[in-house]
């Protein structure tokens, strides 16, 4: 991809805990010539303090997370761009492993493993892999990526964003499904309970397709963890 080939996005919000340990691990992308960029949605912390020594930009955006990664591909300068979460770890090589999959894809995204000694929640990631491969559908845990030339944006909704970006970007292309895996924190659905945020997950997951609106869905989401 060349110098810079690579933009980093990283939406965040009130992540001063463990924003440090999130650009750290990505200093070996920057120190090849990659760039980092965080997007703060209004934290209320020092998110944006903690960040601005670790990456080469820091945003700030309207609160969303679709606003705020559009936000970063818009100021971004790479012929690649791959969005992480903060809570979110890349494998090692990972620049090198886009660049090979978006020889011949459009996007794509990277399995991924919780966190966690669980074992509902080891079983929820391999479902989740398994899924995505069958569906073409990518979730925001697994680290879209995407050619740039080909990012139509992320639909600016209150939830879902991903996967009504996989549904759009399906028509460029079949996604790129990377079996080197991404490490996720398990906070969500430990904050909440195990076992009762996975069914929340699947209720609006299944709403989701049958046409609930996604701010409806956002409301549920808030009130059920």
């Known amino acids: 991809m060349g110098a810079c080939g690579l933009s980093v996005i990283v939406p965040a919000l009130n992540e001063a805990t463990g924003i440090a340990q999130c650009l750290e691990a990505l200093a ?110 990518a979730t925001g845990d697994q680290a879209i990526f995407v050619r740039r030339a080909d990012f139509a944006g992320f639909p600016e909704i209150a939830l879902m964003e991903d996967i009504a970006f996989s549904k759009a970007m399906k028509r460029r292309s079949p996604p790129a499904c990377l079996r080197e895996r991404v490490t996720t924190s398990a906070r969500r659905w430990e904050r909440g309970g195990v076992l009762r945020t996975v069914l929340l997950m699947w209720r609006l997951r299944l709403a989701y397709f049958l046409g609930a609106s996604p701010e409806e869905l956002a409301r549920r989401y808030a009130e059920g963890r």
């Open 28 to 137: 070996p992308l920057r120190a090849g010539g990659h760039e980092v960029i965080v997007v703060d949605g209004g934290s209320e912390d020092r998110t944006r303090e903690i960040a601005a020594a670790l990456a080469d930009r820091v945003l700030v955006a309207p609160r969303g997370r679709a606003r705020q990664m559009n936000a970063g591909a818009a100021a971004a300068r790479g012929a690649a761009l791959v969005f992480v979460h903060a809570d979110t770890r890349l494998p090692p090589d990972a620049d090198r492993s886009i660049a090979r999959a978006l020889e011949t894809r459009a996007w794509g995204r990277f399995d991924a493993r919780i966190e966690s000694g669980h074992p509902l929640l080891r079983m929820v990631a391999c479902a989740m892999n398994l899924r995505s491969r069958l569906t073409g559908i």
